[in-house]
Nanobody, 123 residues
Framework: VQLQASGGGLVQAGDSLRLSCAAS????????VAWFRQAPGKDREFVAA????????AYADSAKGRFTISRDNAKNTMYLQMNSLKPEDTAVYYC?????????????????WGQGTKVTVSS
């Protein structure tokens, strides 16, 4: 089982980034997916989630209106489009998968975690 996150980097405030997470080794289509992030010295926090087909989505207040989660089941890949980035978005971003949409918000219920990709937003 593997979740391979990519797409992080150093950007300026106001820029955009798209994170990707490629899944393998489990039935991706049957799992809800999510992005979490962890800033230095802080706890890991929920960012966005997407369910199955049809795909419900949910966002943390900090992500609403700026971030968009999506998934391509044919490619076993999930994405996080991040626009209007702010310095406070600086964190390591982790992709995750859980057995149901209602489980994916709780880190303790996550079945699989990606390795994280670092996003740094300079002011």
């Amino acid at each position: 089982v593997q979740l391979q996150a990519s797409g992080g980097g150093l950007v300026q405030a106001g820029d955009s980034l798209r994170l990707s997470c490629a899944a393998s080794g489990f039935p991706f289509t049957n799992y809800a997916v999510a992005w979490f992030r962890q800033a230095p010295g802080k706890d890991r926090e929920f960012v966005a989630a997407a369910g199955g087909n049809p795909t419900p989505t949910a966002y943390a207040d900090s992500a609403k209106g700026r971030f968009t989660i999506s998934r391509d089941n044919a490619k076993n890949t999930m994405y996080l489009q991040m626009n209007s980035l702010k310095p406070e978005d600086t964190a390591v971003y982790y992709c995750a998968a859980a057995g149901s949409f209602w489980m994916v918000f709780n880190p303790d219920k996550i079945a699989y975690w990606g390795q994280g990709t670092k996003v740094t937003v300079s002011s």
